[in-house]
């Protein structure tokens, strides 16, 4: 994996020194703002903006086919944070019933089915996961006093597997099947590319709208839910939920049957909230210049969990977007006011080569994601692998960075000092042979702690090792060995 170099030059703010403040109240400019970062695509109605005025609730669902997720649903979290930083009640829904049939949006063939085991640890590891970040996140916002003069509620983290695991089919058919519109249904986006290719759509991916539609109609009548957000290919989705939140409320029959979540009951239906508008509100889907799903590196994604994708790989990942990515990616991924945004931007030009917008984008949704000490961790990592004339590195910043990176390899010290360099770089995997580094060591293409060996003798003495614990071998421009001494192994995390 290519990573980038940093160098002296460009003034990027640390990690919590910027200190801004600004208007938090509960609704005021909320919808303007989230337009002028980029994050709506679409609204079901612009009377939105005046409903935000005061707190609701509003909920965005996160799909549990992984352990982990990924950036790709950031988008929607920040979203969510945005309106919990002004005293709305935010709701992550986790799919455990719909994680377990797939949702057939943005893809042009059908899902693997998951075991059913599997989509449910996956749920158990993402509730975690979501707790987290909000927590991160919250300490992130107050740090840059964005939460100033408002109660930030907690987030709730639903299952909807709660309310659909003890329901009958035909309760099912009856509260929902009834309400919906076959040939509406076949319009949706979603199913109307599938009905047209070779692939074809299953009755099971074709009646994933009517359960999220359920979803929404469920957390409207039990938490006062009135808006969901999601990506830009959830509009259909979306829009169905509302429509069965409006034709089950008008057209309710005297026999009815109502549930509550992990219920079936003929009890009546809690009263709805005063006023049951219901809201509907898109995030745009990214893609990169290249037209591959934003998030996705060579072909895998990009973790939220640093035992999946490493704090240094994920802190790279935002280093090395490129200069028309970044200048979108800012206003959307961080909480940086705008004005200062374009101020980022402006100085980036100056001298692109510097990519003082992709430093400071890295910087802030590191802190947001992992906190402010793995800020410091990749900054470690990066410096070590590329700069190692830096004496400040922390040996133990930069093996937190880098994880279960397989570039990271711990040794005993014994076994490390006064060895020679070539023997290690083929013992541990990153040459086929001595001699193979031999070669490389007289063309000039062989470091250490980015000094150049010329002799293909040399030996690792122990004043070699950065911070007395770790030395950074290198061959060629990208093919790095880092060696820690075992001391420094960390103890291994619980990261769901």
Not at 93 to 99: I, N, P, S
Not at 125 to 141: G, K, L, P, S
Not at 461 to 478: A, E, F, K, P
Request: glycine share 8%.
């Amino acid at each position: 994996m290519s990573c980038f170099r940093p160098s002296s030059r460009g003034t990027i703010p640390k990690c919590i020194s910027i200190q801004r403040t600004r208007n938090v109240s509960s609704g005021h400019g909320l919808v303007s703002e989230l337009k002028s970062r980029g994050l709506v695509a679409q609204l079901t109605s612009e009377n939105l903006a005046a409903e935000c005025e005061k707190p609701i609730t509003l909920y965005s669902g996160v799909d549990p086919s992984a352990r982990s997720l990924h950036i790709g649903n950031l988008l929607p979290l920040i979203t969510l944070l945005h309106f919990q930083l002004r005293g709305h009640q935010p709701i992550a829904l986790v799919g455990g019933a719909t994680g377990s049939i797939g949702d057939p949006g943005g893809r042009s063939t059908e899902r693997k089915l998951l075991a059913l085991d599997e989509v449910q640890s996956n749920v158990q590891h993402i509730t975690t996961q979501v707790h987290r970040f909000f927590e991160n996140a919250v300490n992130y916002a107050e740090k840059r006093n964005l939460t100033l003069g408002v109660d930030v509620p907690p987030p709730k983290v639903v299952n909807n597997l709660d309310w659909y695991q003890d329901m009958p089919v035909l309760d099912f058919l009856r509260l929902v099947g009834k309400h919906a519109k076959v040939n509406t249904m076949i319009s949706r986006d979603s199913v109307s590319s599938r009905l047209h290719s070779s692939q074809g759509i299953s009755f099971t991916e074709f009646s994933y709208q009517l359960l999220q539609a359920h979803d929404f109609y469920t957390l409207h009548t039990h938490h006062g839910c009135r808006l969901q957000i999601g990506g830009s290919d959830q509009w259909g989705n979306i829009v169905a939920g509302i429509d069965l939140i409006h034709r089950r409320k008008n057209d309710l029959p005297a026999d009815h049957i109502t549930e509550s979540p992990g219920t079936t009951t003929d009890a009546p239906t809690p009263p709805p909230p005063k006023n049951d508008q219901v809201f509907g509100l898109t995030i745009p889907l990214l893609t990169t210049p290249s037209g591959e799903k934003f998030g996705k590196s060579a072909g895998n994604a990009v973790w939220l969990n640093p035992s999946l994708t490493s704090v240094f790989d994920f802190y790279q990942y935002f280093i090395r977007v490129s200069d028309d990515m970044v200048r979108l990616l800012l206003p959307m991924f961080t909480f940086l006011p705008l004005q200062q945004v374009a101020e980022v931007i402006t100085e980036h030009k100056v001298d692109p080569s510097q990519r003082v917008a992709q430093k400071v984008l890295a910087r802030e949704v590191t802190e947001l994601v992992h906190g402010c000490q793995a800020v410091r961790q990749a900054e470690a990592a990066t410096t070590a692998l590329f700069d190692c004339k830096d004496s400040k590195v922390r040996a133990s910043d930069v093996v937190l960075a880098l994880g279960n990176d397989p570039r990271l390899v711990f040794v005993k010290r014994d076994e490390l000092v006064g060895t020679s360099l070539t023997k290690l770089m083929a013992q541990h995997g990153r040459a086929k042979s001595r001699s193979e580094v031999n070669q490389v060591v007289k063309t000039g293409g062989f470091y250490m702690n980015s000094s150049k060996i010329l002799d293909p003798r040399r030996t690792l003495q122990g004043t070699d090792l950065i911070d007395s614990g770790l030395v950074i071998l290198r061959m060629g421009v990208d093919n790095h060995l880092v060696l820690a001494v075992d001391d420094l192994r960390p103890t291994p995390p619980h990261n769901p």
